[in-house]
Every structure is written in structure tokens, then in C-alpha cells.
């Protein structure tokens, strides 16, 4: 079977279906490949390497008329008039805003592989052409801001002066919204992010970044990996949110969408006048009706209080060469699916799931939409399990603990009356250092505790020194039982024994962790 990769007939369009090394792997599971001269050009993809890589560079009418016909956008009503009537069209459709061109389609009998319908399901992800555009849109959102913007994303403090950093705010932890997350912080602002599906929270709060709350009891759990449109009580929550973080930050990018309806409107026209002079917004759904207001596709606009609001729809397109490649790869892990004998014939299983979700013209009959895929984003629920019933303890009677305290503070009073007069600075050394201590390793992380306990041997081993130095003051005149002696010999004898158990444990607890990091 032939495929042909025509030239994106877009002026705006800088991606291109297939890339040299995707044709070295068209051509190795048995299909033939033909490009249209130019298509690659604008991805620094030039005629000469795909020549080089085992494809016939042909003419328009060429590319078109192949059995199999790959591309980037929808086709236009010319293009299809140059489909060969039975051939299998893959590209991007937008099916469900699209029902006059799936009719178009169909009408020349068509086959269409839609590549922005693939199921939301793990087998799925390595053709995933959305998540793949999404991931470099957000990174780019990131760099757009980032040029328009009038100051570092990272805090400096230099000899001119003291720069702060940078606040983002990202509405949307979705795929795009993940990737500015993570190119915001990487840049060294202070990010913050929100999103209606509940499970979002710790996937923002993963990557380092504030995860904002809304206060509301209509927090969605995603079926299927998209979000839904929000309840009443949501959205004016939300909007209280949006107000208290427009007047805050610097920054903000917006990717909300809500598949097969416009975008909702998130930041209103009192929230962006509310905004810092200067500040910048990237409004990454201005082509399906913008999530901000006064928005417009592929162009920057300027408010009167000094807010630029980017409405670029052409994110991916700006790293052509990067988002070629990996919508080609998409391509690919698609082609090794439809041709399981690496025959170069494209043989469909409509049993798959996969498969039948981005069929959306099957033989000239309109096939979309597919049956619902079940899928989950969240955990499955599990039964709730009753906690064992606690006896309750009885509460003690606080004058108890009031009465042995006096007793124990009368017994240290009597011993400091009747002990000699260097106990008393010792023992202020002693409860100080217990108070230090205690705050000290109170803020070590838990996960360090073990290695602390080995190192703590230095310490064990200075009180040994001292107990044996201890032993040396005992009178060698008179017997060992006498008053002073015993007390020395006890507190010596026992101060060696329990600093000797630190110290041979704490190094048997080495030994182990050393092991846990030996192979065999």
C-alpha cells in the first residue's frame, strides 16, 4: 500500500505528518512512501533526507492520490475532491464539531482515522496526537509569556538591586497545563494551579507548584480523563478564586476546554483591569472561544491597563520540528497497530477499542460517535470497612498530674541542697542541651532518622570516654562500697553499658543499609 504525505496547505502550518526517520518505519512494516516536495521544508525537514530515508519525492496531485493519504489538519473541500475515491484518510477531524465534513467524507466512500479521537486508555497513550500537542503547547505558553513579559521569571538579588520572582497561576492541570507547570518552575517563578477534577491536586503539587482550591462541594472525579462543565455553585466559587489570583499574580495561562463545546469563560473583563500593569495572560483556548475575555485567535491583545492577553493558536506549530516528530511518531505506533503483519496492508479490527474510537468515516458510513469506552481516571471505590471499636480510656484527673510534678520538682530541689556545688551547672548544661536536641532532630525528616542514629556513635563514644574518665576518680584508699565510690562505679558501669548499645547498634544498622545497596 501506498502513503502519501502531502504538503500542509496552511500558510500558518509548520508541521508535517512524517519525518525521515518515521518513513524509515512506514517502510520497514511493508508500505510504500511518496512526500510531496516541500512538505517538511518549514520543520527543517528538507526533499534531500527524505529521499535519503526511502521516499519517491512526487508532486501534489501525487500525494493525493495515494491508497493512504496521512496529514496534519482536516482537508480542505479541494483536498478532497483530490482523494481517490475507497482511499483511508488520517489526520486531525475534530469529529464532534465537524458533521458537514464527516458527510463530505463519507460521500466519496471514504476511510477516516480521526487522530485526535483516541480513547483516554493506557494502551492507547503512545498515539495519543492530543496529549503529544498539548505537552508542547504548554511548554511554548510557558516561553510566550516569558518574551512578552517585562521581568525575570527567577528571583536575583544582585548589587543593583533585589529582583522577586515571578507568579504564575495555570487554571487547568490537564496535560497542557502540567507542562507550563513544570517549564514555569523550571524558569524559577512561584506557581499556582488549579483544576475542577479533584485527582489534580497531587499531580500539581508533585511538580512543586501551590495547588489552589476552590471553595466548593462540586469538585469533579474524571470518568474519563477529560473535565466536564462545572455546576452553578462551582463556577461562582471559582470566580471568587479567579478574582483573589488575577490581583496577585503576574501571570496567567488558561487551559480549560470541555470536548465538543466552546471553552469556558474563566477570567472576566473586570479580572484582567484588575490585573498588574504588565502582567500577561496566555489564553491557550482562544481557538474554540477563549477562556479569557477580549481574547482574540492568533493575535496579542492590549488592554488599557497594560495587560497583554496572548490568543496564539498555533502553540505546537512554533517548535515545528519537535512537534513533527512526534505527531509522526504517533503515526507510527498507529501503523503498528492496523498492520499486525508488517505487510504493508492496513487492516482494521473493529473489535479494538482503540481502533473503533478513531474510526470516524468507515467505507463511506459515518461512524462517530463510537460506543463509550469505560475508563477511569480515579481509583475504583472500595468498600468502606468499619473501624474496630476503641475502648475509651479513662481520662486521668488532672490534679494527680498536678501533684506528682510538686513531688518531682520537691525531689530535685532536696537533691540539689545535699549535692556538691557543681551538679547544679551540669545539670543546666545537661537540660539545655536535651532542649536543643530535641528541636534539632525534630526537624529531621523522617527518612533520615536511621542514617542520624549511626552517626550519633561520635557522641556515644565521647560519653564512654567520659565514664572510663569517671572511673579513674575512685578512691584507692577506701572500699569500693563506700558512698562516693559506689555512686561514681553505678553511673560509670551503666553510662559505658548504654552508650556501648548505641554504638554497636548504630553500626549494625549501617551494615545493613550498606547492604541494601549492594547488588547480589
Not at 545539670?427 to 542514629?453: E, K, Q
Request: charged share 20%; glycine share 8%.
Amino acid at each position: 500500500m501506498i502513503i502519501g504525505i502531502p504538503r500542509e496547505s496552511d500558510p500558518k502550518e509548520t508541521r508535517v505528518a512524517a519525518t525521515p526517520k518515521s518513513v524509515l518505519q512506514l517502510i520497514k512494516m511493508g508500505y510504500e512512501v511518496i512526500v510531496e516536495s516541500g512538505a517538511g521544508e518549514k520543520a527543517s525537514f528538507p526533499d534531500g533526507e527524505y529521499a535519503a530515508a526511502g521516499a519517491s519525492v512526487v508532486e501534489k496531485t501525487d500525494a493525493w492520490n495515494a491508497e493512504l493519504v496521512i496529514k496534519i489538519n482536516a482537508p480542505l473541500d479541494d483536498e478532497i475532491d483530490l482523494l481517490k475515491a475507497g482511499s483511508t484518510l488520517i489526520s486531525l477531524i475534530a469529529a464532534p464539531r465537524s458533521p458537514e465534513l464527516l458527510k463530505k467524507l463519507a460521500s466519496k466512500s471514504l476511510t477516516v482515522l480521526a487522530m485526535d479521537s483516541v480513547p483516554r486508555i493506557s494502551r492507547a497513550q503512545s498515539l495519543d496526537v492530543v496529549t503529544s500537542m498539548a505537552n508542547i503547547g504548554g511548554y511554548r505558553a510557558v516561553i510566550e509569556a516569558a518574551h512578552e513579559f517585562g521581568s525575570l521569571f527567577t528571583g536575583q538579588v544582585t548589587a543593583a538591586g533585589k529582583v522577586p520572582p515571578a507568579k504564575v497561576f495555570v487554571s487547568g492541570a490537564g496535560v497542557a497545563g502540567l507542562a507550563a507547570i513544570g517549564t514555569a518552575r523550571a524558569l524559577g517563578a512561584i506557581v499556582r494551579a488549579t483544576d475542577i477534577r479533584v485527582e489534580a491536586g497531587e499531580q500539581v503539587e508533585s511538580m512543586g507548584a501551590e495547588f489552589v482550591h476552590v471553595d466548593s462541594a462540586d469538585q469533579q472525579k474524571s470518568s474519563d480523563g477529560y473535565a466536564k462543565e462545572a455546576s452553578q455553585d462551582y463556577a461562582a466559587a471559582a470566580a471568587r478564586m479567579y478574582a483573589e489570583q488575577a490581583r496577585e499574580v503576574d501571570i496567567i495561562i488558561t487551559t480549560a476546554l470541555i470536548p465538543g463545546r466552546p471553552a469556558p469563560r474563566l477570567i472576566t473583563e473586570e479580572m484582567v483591569a484588575s490585573m498588574k500593569p504588565g502582567s500577561v495572560i496566555v489564553d491557550m483556548a482562544a481557538a474554540n472561544g477563549g477562556n479569557v475575555a477580549g481574547s482574540r485567535p492568533d493575535e496579542i491583545v492590549v488592554t488599557d491597563n497594560g495587560v497583554k492577553i496572548i490568543g496564539y493558536t498555533d502553540l505546537p506549530g512554533r517548535l515545528p520540528t519537535q512537534a513533527s516528530q512526534m505527531f509522526a511518531t504517533n503515526i507510527v505506533n498507529l501503523m503498528k497497530l492496523v498492520t499486525p503483519a508488517k505487510d504493508g496492508i492496513l487492516t482494521l479490527d473493529l473489535d479494538d477499542v482503540v481502533q473503533r474510537g478513531i474510526l470516524v468515516v468507515h467505507e463511506g458510513e459515518v461512524t462517530w460517535p463510537p460506543p463509550a469506552v469505560s475508563v477511569s481516571a480515579t481509583p475504583p471505590p472500595t468498600a468502606e470497612v468499619a473501624a474496630p471499636i476503641k475502648k475509651e480510656k479513662k481520662k486521668r484527673d488532672p490534679r494527680v498530674t498536678y501533684v506528682v510534678m510538686a513531688i518531682c520538682a520537691a525531689a530535685l530541689l532536696a537533691l540539689f541542697f545535699i549535692s556538691p556545688g557543681g551538679l547544679l551547672g551540669h545539670f543546666m548544661v545537661f537540660m539545655l542541651s536535651v532542649v536543643v536536641g530535641f528541636y534539632v532532630i525534630g526537624n529531621v525528616s523522617h527518612s533520615l532518622h536511621t542514617p542520624l542514629m549511626s552517626v550519633t556513635n561520635a557522641i556515644s563514644g565521647i560519653i564512654i570516654v567520659g565514664c572510663l574518665a569517671g572511673l579513674q576518680l575512685i578512691d584507692q584508699t577506701t572500699a569500693i562500697t563506700t558512698g562516693s565510690n559506689l555512686a561514681i562505679l553505678i553511673l560509670s558501669v551503666l553510662g559505658i553499658f548504654l552508650a556501648s548499645i548505641n554504638v554497636f547498634g548504630g553500626f549494625t544498622v549501617t551494615q545493613r543499609m550498606l547492604q541494601m545497596f549492594r547488588k547480589g
